[in-house]
């Protein structure tokens, strides 16, 4: 997919850098130009291919170092006009000094942009000849060593690009060409991923939940688990140590195993890990140890085949600007496999699934979208061609009410022969589309399970609220001690009191008894009893996972 991708760039930049040169020697010539008439066409015709195909092979090879369109931009803008005046006001000179040595000549063109300007210069000065450039004058003008020297850069330059996209992006041994069979191995863990075991080890011994999924991912592994859809077997991640500061743990040793039909939530706190992990699964980020199998092909090993399977709502929106909605999902599907009718009905369901078919929404460039318009897109995105897996980080970010709902109808649909990874913030969107929910503090999970298996393990108590005039507050205390003597006030302001009262020594039936009588003695303003919600139990866990880690 990701060979599909460059493929397609490359022949989409090359087409239009090929048509744009055209374009100018056809109009020079036609003006009557003397530079395009006289110069044999062919020789033209190499000399800006060759040229161009360096240009674009650089570009990939760059790409990798740059993260923004617009320092991209005024980088390359620098460099052109940089070395068109270097070109004019120095190599110049030194092409017209006679004792100038060659061999410096020939270095200085190792830099493309001093090649195309030898090029371009011996082309006019054959032009002003009235002559023009043959075949036969290759080697005596000196464009021979020109048209050598870019097409051996830009074999370079491919194979480079090539290699740094293979190891960085798909996540194979910096060595990977010297021993296919272990190409792929993961990393051992470094001395640092080591030396936090011990804390991890500590901190897992309280939490049941996780050392049963733990047991479980293990015990599928020795089974052999070929049909799991996704299966986290002590996936780490650190990044390295920078500006003094030490090496970071974002993911501390994860198992994990989610089966085809359904959604797993990861709720934490920010930074909590939860896009490292993403991105590893992803194929961005290469695990610092461990492993994952998705549908039984290693992450580390076949990541190239995992993508066939594979769909992804990224944190922030990577959509193309100038293309339609409709162009996006088209390009997807294609990379998926799609093709002909089953491709437009594809695209056409997913667009109407996301409310960007009526009115012609989805024709419309992507850059004119709303951020909500947006998401929905990339959600789409994720979900064309039936992916066996799908990872949505934060999907319903920034989308209002009804729009979010319609996004929840549209991953519940999705779900049935899927395994989705969710993260939100959201708990009711959490509640509504996971099956099992994980809630991840600093690298590690604290607990698994269903939402209501949560509750009910870190949610013992009830929720009772009471706004009241300032000097009745005492008497609120009161009655809360009488209907719960072990109860704990866990907020107050300005006559509002909030109290959890242990679920094993009240009774709900007492508690509306003793309000009633209350309110006969002083002005109740509200008040209100409550069974803990996910976003009470997330609280609780992630507070006490901060204490504990602060503390060790
Ligand atoms: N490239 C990086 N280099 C060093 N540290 C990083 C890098 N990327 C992330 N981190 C750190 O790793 C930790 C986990 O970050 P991550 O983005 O995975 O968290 P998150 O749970 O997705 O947060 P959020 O909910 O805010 O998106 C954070 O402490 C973050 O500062």
Known sequence: MVRTYWLISYAYFLTISVLYVASLVIFGSVIGLKYFRLNTYSIQFVFYFIYLNLQIALSFLVSSIFSKVKTVTVVAYIIVYGSGLLGSFLFQKMLETQSFPEEWIVALELYPGFSLYRGLYEFSQYASRGSGMKWQ????????????????????????????????????????????SKKSSSIPSKPTVQRMDSKKVSIDMGKIDVSQEREKVQQLRNEGSAGHAILCDNLKKVYPGRDGNPPKMAVRGLYLDVPSGECFGMLGPNGAGKTSFISMMTGLLKPSSGTALVQGLDICKDMNKVYTSMGVCPQHDLLWETLTGREHLLFYGRLKNFKGSALTHAVEESLKSVSLFDGGVGDKPAGNYSGG???????????????????????????????????????????????????????EEAEFLCDRLGIFVDGALQCIGNSKELKSRYGGSYVFTMTTSSEHEEDVERLVSTVSPNAKKVYHLAGTQKFELPKNEVRIAEVFRAVEKAKSNFTVFAWGLADTTLEDVFIKVAKSAQAFISLS
């Open 373 to 427: 318009m947006k998401r929905r897109l990339s959600v789409a995105i994720s979900l064309i061609g039936n992916p066996k897996v799908v990872y949505l980080d934060e999907p319903s970010t920034g989308l209002d009410p009804a729009s979010r709902k319609n996004l929840w109808d549209v991953i519940q649909r999705a779900k049935q022969n899927t395994a989705i990874i969710l993260t939100t913030h959201s708990m």
């Open 137 to 180: 004058d290759i080697s005596d003008s000196g464009m021979g060593e020109v048209l050598c020297i870019m097409s051996i850069e830009w074999f370079l330059a491919l194979i480079i690009a090539f290699y740094i996209d293979q190891v960085f992006s798909s996540g194979k041994h910096p060595f990977f060409f010297l021993n296919p």
